[in-house]
């Protein structure tokens, strides 16, 4: 070499007027990171380990001429400047320049990948806030929607107001007396035939009069109403047994197709645990339960179950009951028939 080499490295890495090849490589070299954010293959990384290398060996290509010629040759070092190797040297040094300012812009991310994930931050924290607002808002109309079911009907017009008003000042409020009222209100307008307020009018009129009275009431009111659930509820809650099923009897000629004034399960269980009847009795017992079990499931597929109760959601499966209990019966019933014969045959055998 006859002079110092450096000027033509300097003039190599900065030339006086840069080609048009370096000023597109810088505008392909920063559009490499917006590319690189999009693809799912190449890291912003890899692009630039991979310039790395190349400027590497497009250095090596280069620099090894610019030792070998004459700096004093402005000819030869022009040549040597604007040659291709030299311009893909530049151009890759460029583009690993631009991704490590925007690398570490981006932290160990590009620039345009962190600024995205950030304004999709932004937009998941809006989407979610708008998911708060909205649930506190559906809370806020489901609450509302809570409020309304639990709020007295000043003017009741129907019965089912009626009731309406009678269970909630029981269930919510916890006011027997005015559920007991409203209750007495409905039945002084009309007959209702359902188990579920004759029932709550038995409830509340207990704690607030007193068993006996209630049932007194019951029984004036639903013959005087025609009414076969307050009769139905009275028979269940009566002691006398005989004057129950008379009670039954009246409510099933007021409405025949009345399934519980046939077979009422509580009434049922009550007389089988009131005493130890003998074998005889409870035989007697159980061929009733059999016929009353078998009309009533005869009868309550009939109609829907809001025929009998006003919020029939709170009623066990009655006709599927009615089945089990006329399956037991009747094994149970077998089984005394089978005791007596074998009875009967031993005193035969015995002379008795």
Known sequence: MKSSSWPIVRKILWPERASLFVIIGGAIGLAGDITSFFSEFVSPAILTAAFAAIAGVTALLCLQRAFLINT???????????????????FSLFAVAAFMVLLLVGQDK?????????LGLIHEDVRKIGDDVGQIKQGVNDLSDVTQSQKIIDDPETAADFFRNAWIYNN??????????????????TAVGKMDAAELYFDTGRQI??????????IAVGKDKKDPALLVVAARNFSDIQQGDNLLAEAQSI????PFAYWDMQR????????????????????????GAEKFIELIGDKPPTAYFFLPQYQPDHEALANQTLS?????????????????????RSGY
């Open 328 to 348: 037991s019966s009747r094994k149970t019933l077998e089984s005394y028939q089978n005791s007596q014969k074998r009875l009967e045959d031993a005193r035969k």
């Open 209 to 218: 009069e007193g068993r006996n009275p209630v049932i007194e009431k019951m």
């Open 110 to 118: 590009s620039a345009t990948e962190t600024i995205a994930s950030k």
């Open 72 to 90: 004093a040759d402005e000819a030869a070092v022009q040549k040597v400047v604007e040659c291709r190797v030299c311009d893909i040297m530049r």
């Open 268 to 291: 049922f269980v009550t007389l089988a645990s009131a005493a130890a009847p003998t074998p005889q009795e409870q035989m007697v017992l159980m061929e009733r339960q059999i016929t």
């Open 255 to 258: 409405d025949p197709a009345f």
């Open 172 to 189: 919510i409020h916890r006011d027997p007396a005015k559920a007991h009222q409203s209750l007495e209100d409905m039945y002084k307008k």
